[in-house]
């Protein structure tokens, strides 16, 4: 296996939590010259990625001649490996037809018999972290049982110069504290928490802990970054739509807390190892917790019968989220900064509480 190529996932999330998978194919096939493929809105958490040698960045869905030309690059790369991250027929297809020798993917829409080693979906890897759902992609390949499963999102060369360049304009230079909340969610509106809580949250952060309040986000959530900010007291500083995806990721250095959703930024966040509140509600926590052994979950305890529902946009009363108060996701961010702040003084580490709930 001197060739391997990976097809990545398509959500900001999900490729965060390939990261160890990659790490563990890296340990397996040290010799090995490993190339990615990932879509441009996923490609930042990878660009720094010391597991990839060779980044391709291209969505090969954007039409059918893109598909057939990436398609003959693989074919031109002669590769002995593939694996297919996405459960999709097209990633399957992607490498038959670009010539992979071995291809390795889960038996899943439709495509088992474009898979050389096609890997079962069993009812138990189901039910386990994403961490793992991916990392079984390689169990006859090399060991994972020994692999580690720290997440890799490193700051990529000259990002943290351009976010300190943007803070210091809204006058954050390095003296100020700050904390970043993510009201957004691009999977669907049923995974947000409302603008008006998050508002409230803000707050309680400046007036409290004395923290600057950031609002980050994507282009198609700036708007929700911008209704908080209106309903806040203390002012905020809107960075919603206004940095790339790597900036966010450099951002993290700065963070003494981030409150969100279960989004995408979420798992950045996790990957940086700032301290972490996440809202969750028709989401399965159980599968896609931020993998962080200090992060604190707040839900509610079964608030309708179909939870966790899945779902992209709620159909009933939105229960699962307005059974969430601001008094809960207060009570998990005083927790943190004060866990934060006994570290700071006494550099004792805090209890890990991996999946943590409040509420």
Request: contains cysteine.
């Given at each position: 296996?001197?060739?391997?190529?990976?097809?990545?996932?398509?959500?900001?999330?999900?490729?965060?939590?390939?990261?160890?998978?990659?790490?563990?194919?890296?340990?397996?096939?040290?010799?090995?010259?490993?190339?990615?493929?990932?879509?441009?809105?996923?490609?930042?958490?990878?660009?720094?990625?010391?597991?990839?040698?060779?980044?391709?960045?291209?969505?090969?869905?954007?039409?059918?001649?893109?598909?057939?030309?990436?398609?003959?690059?693989?074919?031109?790369?002669?590769?002995?490996?593939?694996?297919?991250?996405?459960?999709?027929?097209?990633?399957?297809?992607?490498?038959?037809?670009?010539?992979?020798?071995?291809?390795?993917?889960?038996?899943?829409?439709?495509?088992?018999?474009?898979?050389?080693?096609?890997?079962?979906?069993?009812?138990?890897?189901?039910?386990?972290?994403?961490?793992?759902?991916?990392?079984?992609?390689?169990?006859?390949?090399?060991?994972?049982?020994?692999?580690?499963?720290?997440?890799?999102?490193?700051?990529?060369?000259?990002?943290?110069?351009?976010?300190?360049?943007?803070?210091?304009?809204?006058?954050?230079?390095?003296?100020?504290?700050?904390?970043?909340?993510?009201?957004?969610?691009?999977?669907?509106?049923?995974?947000?928490?409302?603008?008006?809580?998050?508002?409230?949250?803000?707050?309680?952060?400046?007036?409290?802990?004395?923290?600057?309040?950031?609002?980050?986000?994507?282009?198609?959530?700036?708007?929700?970054?911008?209704?908080?900010?209106?309903?806040?007291?203390?002012?905020?500083?809107?960075?919603?739509?206004?940095?790339?995806?790597?900036?966010?990721?450099?951002?993290?250095?700065?963070?003494?807390?981030?409150?969100?959703?279960?989004?995408?930024?979420?798992?950045?966040?996790?990957?940086?190892?700032?301290?972490?509140?996440?809202?969750?509600?028709?989401?399965?926590?159980?599968?896609?917790?931020?993998?962080?052994?200090?992060?604190?979950?707040?839900?509610?305890?079964?608030?309708?019968?179909?939870?966790?529902?899945?779902?992209?946009?709620?159909?009933?009363?939105?229960?699962?989220?307005?059974?969430?108060?601001?008094?809960?996701?207060?009570?998990?961010?005083?927790?943190?900064m004060e866990d934060s702040s006994r570290e700071e003084r006494t550099g004792e580490s805090p209890q890990p509480r991996r999946r943590a709930e409040v509420g």
């Amino acid at each position: 296996m001197k060739r391997i190529f990976a097809k990545s996932v398509n959500w900001v999330g999900d490729a965060v939590l390939a990261t160890p998978m990659l790490r563990a194919l890296r340990r397996g096939f040290p010799e090995a010259q490993i190339t990615l493929l990932a879509r441009p809105w996923v490609a930042d958490v990878f660009e720094a990625n010391p597991d990839v040698d060779r980044l391709w960045v291209a969505d090969e869905t954007a039409s059918f001649r893109r598909f057939r030309e990436i398609a003959a690059r693989l074919r031109k790369e002669h590769f002995d490996l593939g694996i297919a991250l996405p459960n999709s027929f097209g990633a399957a297809l992607l490498m038959t037809l670009g010539r992979v020798r071995r291809r390795v993917g889960y038996r899943r829409d439709g495509r088992g018999l474009l898979l050389t080693d096609s890997v079962p979906v069993t009812p138990e890897i189901l039910r386990v972290h994403q961490i793992e759902y991916y990392m079984n992609l390689l169990q006859n390949l090399c060991d994972t049982a020994g692999a580690e499963r720290n997440l890799v999102v490193p700051v990529a060369p000259g990002a943290k110069e351009r976010i300190d360049e943007t803070l210091r304009r809204h006058g954050l230079d390095d003296s100020v504290r700050l904390a970043a909340i993510c009201p957004g969610a691009t999977y669907g509106t049923a995974k947000r928490w409302r603008p008006e809580r998050f508002a409230a949250v803000a707050d309680h952060i400046q007036a409290r802990w004395g923290a600057r309040v950031v609002v980050v986000g994507s282009e198609s959530e700036r708007e929700i970054g911008e209704e908080v900010a209106r309903q806040v007291k203390h002012p905020v500083v809107v960075l919603s739509g206004k940095m790339p995806l790597r900036g966010l990721i450099a951002l993290c250095e700065r963070l003494r807390l981030f409150v969100t959703n279960d989004s995408g930024a979420m798992h950045v966040a996790a990957a940086r190892g700032v301290p972490l509140v996440a809202v969750f509600g028709p989401t399965d926590w159980v599968t896609t917790a931020p993998y962080d052994p200090r992060a604190m979950i707040v839900r509610a305890e079964a608030p309708c019968e179909a939870n966790p529902c899945l779902q992209r946009d709620c159909s009933r009363d939105h229960n699962c989220m307005k059974s969430v108060s601001v008094e809960d996701v207060i009570e998990a961010v005083d927790r943190q900064m004060e866990d934060s702040s006994r570290e700071e003084r006494t550099g004792e580490s805090p209890q890990p509480r991996r999946r943590a709930e409040v509420g």
